[in-house]
Every structure is written in C-alpha cells, then in structure tokens.
C-alpha cells in the first residue's frame, strides 16, 4: 500500500516537515541494516482515538536497541510521549505509527563505531496488510527463520527482515498471501511479519519464543485474551503438518491485527471458515481497540484527534 504522507516527522525531539526526513545515503544503516523499529496502531473510537499499547511497544523498541548496543537518549516516557504528541500533531487517525532509531552517518565498516544514533517516529494512514477478508490462503516458504545465535530474534531490528523479504516475495510469486517460515529444526516459526496460533480440539497452540519467533505485542494481547475466556493454552513447538489438521489457525500482529488462514499449501483448514476461537479473540481485540468493549487490560493510550473513519459496528 502506498505511503500517505502527512505534515509532520519526529526526529530527534522536533517535529520537522515529512519532507525533511531524509538522511546521507552513506549512513552506516544503508549499507548494513542498523536500525531497530516498531510498528503501532492508532484505533478509531466512538469518542476520539487511542493508541494500542504504546507503552509495551515503545519497551520493546529500547530493548531492541540495548539488544544491539544501540544506546537511545530518550526515556520510555518521552518516546511515548513524542508519539502522542505527533500523532495529535498530524491529526490523524486511525493510523498506523513508526518509530524507528538508526545508525546515521559519520563511520564507514560494520563496526557502528563513531555513528550518530537518530530516532524518527512517523504515522500515516494504513489499512489492512494480510490479504483475504475471509481468511488468508498462505504456503509453507522454502527460506528458514534464522538460526539460534545467529542474529536475535527478539530485536525488531531492521536487518532481520530481509529474511521475511525473501518469505514474502515467494509467497507472492506463488499466488499466496503470505508464507509461514519453519526454524532451523524444522518446527513452525512465524510468518513473514506475523505470530502464529493454531487451535486443535478447543486447545490454542503457539510457537515459543525459543523458534525464532518476534517477542509480538499482539500475540501477547491474543494469550491474554485467551486465558481470559479460559481458552486453553499450549506454547509449544508444532510441526507443519499441525497446520493441515488444525480445526483454525491464524495469524497476528500490529499490522496484521488477528488475521484468519483459510489454507495452507491449498490444504483447507478446518471447514475453510472463520473458526468460533479465532471469532471470539478477534472479536474481543478490536473491540477493545476500537472502544467498544471495557479496555480491561489497560492497553489503550486516548489522543486527542478527530476520526476521520467511523467505527465499525
């Protein structure tokens, strides 16, 4: 989908025109992928708008950054706070929110040494990313998730996502929505940019973390949710033929949201419908998103913008 642009970008503690945002093409991040980011939505609500667990993902965006010795000069509080304030700057929502901290220019190598370190934050708007309203149909992908101890999964660095390139790109050039990468030993990791749930009699599996899996904002709402309505739930490692004997499986994530998978390698999961599980935990999330439902978990940071969607029903 392509980028809408809005007034204004958060660099480094101002707010600058979109247009300035640029940086040198010989900075250390584009020739050797040092950034770290995140992903968050801004929800459309009866009354305004609010921002999904800003405070989870701006964690994560610091811990990313102390993974890869990316020191940030800015607190969890004002990171938080800078995205509020663009957010309500740009007066736009729903949106979809980037902040992203990079290796800028200064050294040459793959050391970082000696490069600045520049954080930006932009939000735009964006619909959805998973292709298929009533469920996606999506391919086991030939590209491995890496490796343990190769590069950590748990950083939303931007050099890792090379790989889900790869993982998407074939998907795509083999008529499916998205492609599902196994780890090194063979097991179920995750999607190219999404966590996987597979549900099997009444039961809601997961992969651990330990598959190379992203640590996701979303996959921990999805559990949370679960225990909740007293879902049973497994984290463990699942093989892929799990997937074509699954009663349901989805995916999530920001960008994703809680997304259906009607079919993999065209074997259909379940009846190829919506599965009640995955209904009721969809159902629950963006309505807490969206305001319609008790924000039970405190997950919601209100901003003071004027929707320019309505809120679905």
Known sequence: MPI????????????????????????????????VFEGIRCYAQPEGAAIFRLTEHMQRLLDSAKIYRMPLPYSLEQLSSAVVGLVESNGIAPCYIRPIALRGYGEMGVSPKGTPIEV??????????????????????????MAPNTL???????????????????????????????????????????????????????????????????????????????IPVVEQPM????????????????????????????????????????????EEFLGIAHGLRPDRFGWLTQVNVNTSQPVPA
């Not at 642009?5 to 992928?33: C, E, F, R």
């Not at 999964?153 to 050099?159: I, M, Q, S, T, V």
């Not at 074509?244 to 009846?271: C, K, L, M, N, Q």
């Open 4 to 35: 809408q642009p809005t007034a204004k970008i958060w660099h480094n503690g101002n707010l600058i025109p979109w247009d300035k945002a640029q940086i040198h093409v010989m900075s250390h991040v584009v020739h050797y992928g040092s950034s």
């Open 152 to 230: 950590p999964a748990l950083a939303k660095a931007g050099g890792n996502y090379l790989n889900s390139q790869l993982i998407r790109m074939e998907a795509d050039i083999n008529g499916y929505s998205e492609g599902i990468a196994l780890d090194v030993f063979g097991n179920l990791s995750e999607g190219s940019g999404e966590n996987l749930f597979v549900v099997r009699n009444g039961v809601l599996y997961t992969t651990p973390l330990a598959n190379s899996v992203l640590s996701g904002i979303t996959r921990d709402a999805v559990l949370t949710i679960a225990r909740h309505f007293g």
């Open 239 to 282: 093989p892929r033929e799990l997937l074509y004997i699954a009663d349901e499986a989805f995916f999530t994530g920001t960008a994703a949201e809680v997304h259906p998978i009607r079919s993999v390698d065209r074997i259909t999961i379940g009846d190829g419908s919506i599965g009640p599980i995955s209904k009721q935990i969809s």
């Open 120 to 145: 930006f934050i932009a939000n735009y708007s964006w619909g959805k990313y998973v292709v298929g309203e009533d469920g996606a149909d999506v391919c086991i992908s030939s590209w491995n998730r």
